[in-house]
């Protein structure tokens, strides 16, 4: 087997970078951080993508190697910055402590790594103690993403209402030993779309898909008028409780504060749920994300998210209701969500009848 095959047979079937870097001799973190650059680039000039022209399989392998390696490798540098690489254990960030000036914060698991940030859960020791999720960039380069997020809770948090409960409350933030910036969260007991789509196989039942589509409508509305647009709303970034019915939409680093005064643009495009708008030279604006939600509303009814065709089986009227927030103009395309929001609960009334609150089995 070539040495690029065996290389890749090793990081696909890694479960955490020290499969791959092996287990670092103690020190500091500095030392430990050189040592794992060293691993990686030894291994990087094997699965070199460059090497392969004269073989598209072989780069096409190679391709895929890199990816990985890359992928573990910033892994690897979380671990190391927050002191648990090489722990013994199923989850290395168990029992990490994050120092703040009022409160002790312990990290129990970790939830998940994306390419901005890796979100662990935990629970904060202080005055009043809270279980929380503590989102730490992966890379310094990504702090102006990260601050982002956490100046648009704050204004959220300056201006309490009643939608607040459907938005993360930022309770602290800190720096790593390397200078990446952190922010601590209440945790949102809740799971995303992706996670109940799946649950559904033929879709979400519509009267189910009215309520999540009303919460989410009634938070971007409340982000709206404080001047906030997100930018990147998909099913990730939405989460549903389905014990009370409430739902939350999170992830505000690629949201533009008040564009048409700061200049900010869209940060970030989404091929299957941004607005057509979405990377051209003009400020976001809410209809932006109504576009967005309502393909999210696509993606959880069963529908086909590339062209927004729903089942057949959705009312025809719902059916309006969500094309109308996906018309391909911004000009055309409503922007007040909390006008939606209200044309929405009677819509149900309308299809469903007066209802009480009929539980989502998941």
Known sequence: MHELELAYRDLCAARRPEDVFGWLAAGETAVRLQQLDGAAERLAAVVDPSRFDWDLDLREIATAAATRLADLRRQARTRIELGVYGRDGDDPAAGLRVELPDRVVVLESTIGAGDLATVYGGRCDGPEPVTVAVKIANDPADHDLMQQEARVLRRFQANPGSQSKHLPELLATFKTADGRLGLVLRYLDGIDLVTLRERFPDGVPAMHAI?????????????????????????????????????????????????????????????????????????????????????????????????????????????????????????????????????????????FGQTGFLELNV
């Open 211 to 351: 309520w999540i589509c009303a919460r989410v409508l009634s938070a971007i509305g409340f982000a709206h008028r404080l001047g906030v647009v997100h930018g990147n709303v998909e099913p990730t970034h939405i989460l549903v409780r389905p014990r009370d019915h409430n739902a939350f939409l999170i992830d505000w680093s690629y949201a533009a504060i008040e564009p048409d005064r700061s200049g900010e643009r869209f940060r970030v495009r989404n091929d299957e749920y941004s607005a057509p708008e979405v990377g051209l030279p003009e400020p976001p604006t809410p209809a932006a994300d109504i576009f967005s939600i309502g393909k999210c509303m696509v993606y959880i009814l069963g529908g086909d998210v590339a062209t927004g065709a729903l089942p057949a089986d959705v009312d025809a009227r719902l059916q309006r209701f969500l094309q109308a927030m996906m018309l391909a103009s911004s000009r055309q395309r409503p922007r007040d969500a909390w006008e939606l929001h209200s044309v929405l609960k009677s819509l149900r009334g309308e299809i």
